[in-house]
């Protein structure tokens, strides 16, 4: 059975620093390209950032150069470090497969429905 599980989420103050993680088991990242996502309270979900299988990474504008994608050598985990956290990045954060923009609002609600997601807080 193939899983996803994310975690390390917590509350921390403005300009803290947390480190998600999300580890595969029965697969591992070397076909799909996998990404972060997040929904906010009252925000559409949005794709934080994603990580290709060649190690190449993307973040959307808001938090590139604080927010660092990375994965194992295994390929069985990958990783956020989010740094210089904001109240804006206070959402639920989760992790899966890297998806079209036009069907990753479906992808947030079937994620949150399987109790999916790690919460992240960050207090001003």
């Known amino acids: 059975e193939m899983q996803l599980k994310e975690s390390g989420g917590g509350s921390v103050e403005a300009g803290g620093s947390l480190r998600l993680s999300c580890t595969a088991s029965?697969?591992?990242?070397?076909?799909?390209?996998m990404a972060w996502y997040r929904q906010g309270p009252g925000k559409e979900c949005e794709k934080v950032s994603s990580?290709?299988?060649?190690?190449?990474?993307w973040s959307v504008d808001s938090v590139e150069g604080r927010f660092t994608t990375s994965q194992n050598n295994a390929k069985n985990a990958m990783f956020l470090q989010m740094n210089s956290l904001e109240p804006a990045d206070t959402a639920m954060y989760y992790c899966?497969?890297?998806?079209?923009?036009?069907?990753?609002?479906?992808?947030?609600?079937?994620?949150?429905?399987w109790g999916q997601g790690t919460q992240v807080t960050v207090s001003s």
């Open positions: 899966a497969g890297d998806h079209t923009p036009s069907t990753v609002v479906k992808l947030c609600n079937a994620l949150r429905s």
């Open positions: 029965g697969f591992t990242f070397d076909v799909p390209d």
């Open positions: 990580i290709r299988t060649d190690g190449s990474t």
